[in-house]
């Protein structure tokens, strides 16, 4: 089937909120190995460094920050025993491949899109996609079982290197276009809400340097209270600096943007 253009997804602040389940898991995780809560603040400013995408990463390397800062003599913790705790607190600690047996923190994400948004870009002819750095469990929970989506196109944690390489984000790329990336193939926009997500489709960029690739962009839902209205502000501007075409302030308002960054025309 020909298409109009790619439509891609982060999964993590911009499919579901995660500050109260993967935000939480790395707080409580850091506490448990160093005694240390970490704030929302703390995390983002580690994370705008554009090379921290896995939250089991996060966790370590706050971690060892506060530990070496402190002169702490407390040992790093090997990262299968941090993994496992951080699991406990995220999917719950009753370990079960069935979702209806998690009990941790991811039980308090909510949406943050329906449906809908797949159904119009599909009625677009737009494909669509998701990139994500969770792990193939937690994103097929929230697509398939809270969304609905029937067999989404998806790379996880476990396809592909770690963003922002742009391996994963050009194989599905390839896999559901029409036609060969590049200079005659249709757009392809990735959305994601981090530093890291705006360097994958920069990177993207240098491997395919014929192909039209939009990198599109959005604050993690807690920063979208009104008391954290200038922190939003500076994590735009980290966002836009990273090389964003366009800060979106809903995932909802992604068609349109797209639609008006790549040119294709509405039905």
């Not at 939480?24 to 240390?36: D, I, N, P, S």
């Not at 971690?63 to 406990?88: A, M, V, W, Y």
Request: hydrophobic share 40%.
């Amino acid at each position: 089937m020909t298409v109009k253009g790619l439509a891609l997804f982060d999964i993590d602040g911009v499919i579901r909120d995660v500050s109260q389940s993967y935000r939480l898991a790395v707080q409580h995780t850091v506490r448990k190995f160093c005694g240390w809560l970490p704030n929302n603040k703390e995390i983002d400013s580690l994370k705008s460094e554009g090379c921290w995408n896995n939250d089991w990463d996060v966790s370590l390397e706050l971690i060892k920050r506060h530990i070496d800062l402190k002169g702490l003599s407390t040992k790093i913790p090997f990262q299968k025993d941090l993994i496992k705790e951080f699991n406990n607190f995220y999917f719950g600690d009753v370990p079960s491949s069935n979702p209806k047996n998690w009990n941790g923190f991811i039980r308090n994400e909510t949406l943050l899109v329906d449906k809908k948004l797949f159904e119009r870009l599909s009625e677009l002819e737009i494909a669509w996609g998701f990139v994500s750095g969770a792990e193939t469990a937690s994103a097929k929970f929230v697509l398939e079982n809270r969304i609905g989506l029937k067999k989404p196109p998806l790379i996880a944690m476990e396809d592909a290197p770690e963003k922002p390489d742009p391996t994963g984000l050009i194989h599905l790329s390839e896999i559901l276009m029409s036609e060969p990336l590049g200079v005659s193939a249709p757009p392809i926009a990735y959305l994601g809400d981090t530093v890291a997500d705006v360097l994958t489709v920069m990177e993207a960029r240098k491997e395919l340097p014929t192909q039209k690739f939009i990198s599109l962009a959005v604050a993690p839902p807690h920063l979208h209270s009104i008391e954290n209205l200038s922190d939003r502000r500076f994590y735009e501007t980290q966002l836009k600096n990273a090389g964003a075409d366009e800060i979106l302030s809903s995932t909802n308002d992604f068609v349109d943007c797209f639609l008006n960054l790549s040119k294709i025309s509405r039905l």
